[in-house]
């Protein structure tokens, strides 16, 4: 699961509602806007492995606990590779002097080595996801 946090004014820019990213909406606002979030879910970010698109089998928008930021849920299946290529070509399509950065980690315990900090400048790079369980004996 890749989970995306981006400030409201960032989500509502990149849904297309505004074409300030520095202008927020209210938290009160979010269902009504949901089904634009819903819809950029998915394309927010891309995940290819042996240089294959991997596909999200489920993603989703709803507002955070603290109600500043929304956070966008893309469930994948597992890899079957450690190493993946990420993209997150949000990061391009700010406007430009627009400082943005995407700070990955690959799990709760990750190291220096599993983590990547993302920008528009270099929106793309390989994580690394530690060992592959082995697959379920029949």
Same mark, same amino acid.
């Given at each position: 699961? +890749?989970?995306?946090?981006?400030?409201?004014?960032? &989500? &509502?820019?990149?849904?297309?509602?505004?074409?300030?990213?520095?202008?927020?909406?209210?938290?009160?606002?979010?269902?009504?806007?949901?089904?634009?979030?819903?819809?950029?879910?998915?394309?927010?970010?891309?995940? /290819?492995?042996?240089? $294959?698109? +991997?596909?999200?089998? /489920? %993603?989703?928008?709803?507002?955070?606990?603290?109600?500043?930021?929304?956070?966008? %849920?893309?469930?994948?299946?597992?890899?079957?590779?450690? $190493?993946? +290529?990420?993209?997150?070509?949000?990061? #391009?399509?700010?406007?430009?002097?627009?400082?943005?950065?995407?700070?990955? $980690?690959?799990? &709760?315990?990750?190291?220096?080595?599993? #983590?990547?900090?993302? %920008?528009?400048?270099?929106?793309?790079?390989?994580?690394?996801?530690? #060992?592959?369980?082995?697959?379920?004996?029949?």
């Amino acid at each position: 699961m +890749l989970r995306v946090l981006l400030a409201r004014s960032v &989500a &509502a820019h990149l849904a297309g509602l505004t074409p300030n990213p520095r202008v927020y909406f209210a938290p009160a606002d979010f269902a009504a806007r949901q089904v634009n979030f819903d819809r950029i879910a998915k394309d927010l970010c891309f995940i /290819k492995v042996n240089d $294959r698109p +991997l596909e999200p089998k /489920k %993603t989703g928008a709803a507002l955070s606990q603290d109600k500043e930021e929304v956070a966008f %849920t893309l469930t994948y299946p597992r890899p079957t590779a450690t $190493r993946v +290529l990420l993209e997150c070509g949000w990061l #391009s399509r700010l406007p430009e002097g627009y400082a943005a950065s995407a700070p990955i $980690r690959a799990g &709760a315990e990750a190291t220096a080595a599993d #983590s990547l900090r993302l %920008t528009a400048a270099n929106p793309s790079g390989y994580l690394h996801l530690g #060992s592959v369980p082995a697959p379920a004996s029949p």
